[in-house]
């Protein structure tokens, strides 16, 4: 019983890394054929590019960058240069100055120029980011609201420092400020920190992982600072509301 083997084709193709004149940031590969005609591979090259076919030139240089051949007939196939696979370079050089890959725009966008327009002229557009953004204030006023407590929890930490004495409500539990500041950990806006004279607090000072302050155990809370009424409040007498 005879047998026979599948003979598959002889794999022609070869692999070459692109660079280009105008583009010096530019770095891709390629696998085409050696069958490959070059103004085939020129119109492959010109998607790749941007590089007009009529003002493509291609050359084949080896990976110190010495050319190696000049790929100057179109009607010839990339055989006839006897590429390398892996080991040569496919220059392109664009010989067209005005186009879109001169002048590095398309790498260096600082050179592109930027659309810009005047407060007056942006608010007499019909629609406009802004016009968009009050609007949504004026259907979700919260976001608003919360800006405005920001600034008012601001406001009454501008008179609270640390070492003040203080009153605490709900309780009148008095204590001595040893924070205040903001404590994202703990949620948006100001807090102040509380070491009470009594242990009724949560703490020592320390809240998720986080040192605030340093305190003894259980003498330590860390509350919004319209509870915190700061002034004369000396430690209380244990023994001042006792009968006699």
Request: charged share 30%.
């Given at each position: 019983?005879?047998?026979?083997?599948?003979?598959?084709?002889?794999?022609?193709?070869?692999?070459?890394?692109?660079?280009?004149?105008?583009?010096?940031?530019?770095?891709?590969?390629?696998?085409?054929?050696?069958?490959?005609?070059?103004?085939?591979?020129?119109?492959?090259?010109?998607?790749?590019?941007?590089?007009?076919?009529?003002?493509?030139?291609?050359?084949?240089?080896?990976?110190?960058?010495?050319?190696?051949?000049?790929?100057?007939?179109?009607?010839?196939?990339?055989?006839?240069?006897?590429?390398?696979?892996?080991?040569?370079?496919?220059?392109?050089?664009?010989?067209?100055?005005?186009?879109?890959?001169?002048?590095?725009?398309?790498?260096?966008?600082?050179?592109?120029?930027?659309?810009?327009?005047?407060?007056?002229?942006?608010?007499?557009?019909?629609?406009?980011?802004?016009?968009?953004?009050?609007?949504?204030?004026?259907?979700?006023?919260?976001?608003?609201?919360?800006?405005?407590?920001d600034k008012?929890?601001?406001?009454?930490?501008?008179?609270?420092?640390?070492?003040?004495?203080?009153?605490?409500?709900?309780g009148a539990?008095?204590?001595?400020?040893?924070?205040?500041?903001?404590?994202?950990?703990?949620?948006?806006?100001?807090?102040?920190?509380?070491?009470?004279?009594?242990?009724?607090?949560?703490?020592?000072?320390?809240?998720?992982?986080?040192?605030?302050?340093?305190?003894?155990?259980?003498?330590?809370?860390?509350?919004?600072?319209?509870?915190?009424?700061?002034?004369?409040?000396?430690?209380?007498?244990?023994?001042?509301?006792?009968?006699?």
């Amino acid at each position: 019983m005879s047998s026979s083997k599948l003979q598959l084709p002889a794999d022609d193709s070869v692999l070459l890394l692109l660079t280009h004149s105008n583009l010096s940031t530019f770095s891709s590969d390629i696998r085409v054929s050696k069958q490959t005609s070059v103004e085939s591979l020129k119109e492959k090259l010109w998607r790749k590019t941007g590089t007009a076919v009529a003002s493509m030139r291609l050359q084949l240089r080896d990976d110190t960058g010495a050319m190696v051949a000049d790929l100057d007939h179109d009607d010839a196939t990339l055989a006839a240069y006897s590429p390398y696979d892996g080991w040569y370079r496919l220059h392109i050089i664009d010989l067209d100055p005005s186009s879109v890959t001169s002048g590095g725009w398309l790498e260096d966008t600082s050179l592109v120029e930027k659309y810009t327009i005047s407060d007056e002229a942006y608010n007499k557009l019909d629609t406009n980011f802004r016009k968009f953004k009050e609007k949504m204030v004026m259907k979700n006023p919260a976001s608003d609201d919360k800006q405005q407590s920001d600034k008012h929890m601001e406001e009454l930490c501008a008179n609270i420092k640390v070492g003040d004495r203080c009153e605490v409500e709900p309780g009148a539990k008095r204590g001595t400020v040893k924070f205040v500041g903001r404590a994202e950990a703990l949620g948006r806006g100001f807090w102040v920190g509380i070491q009470y004279d009594e242990p009724l607090g949560k703490h020592d000072g320390m809240v998720k992982g986080i040192r605030f302050f340093e305190c003894p155990q259980g003498h330590g809370a860390i509350v919004r600072p319209e509870k915190v009424k700061v002034g004369d409040y000396p430690e209380s007498d244990p023994f001042e509301e006792e009968e006699i």
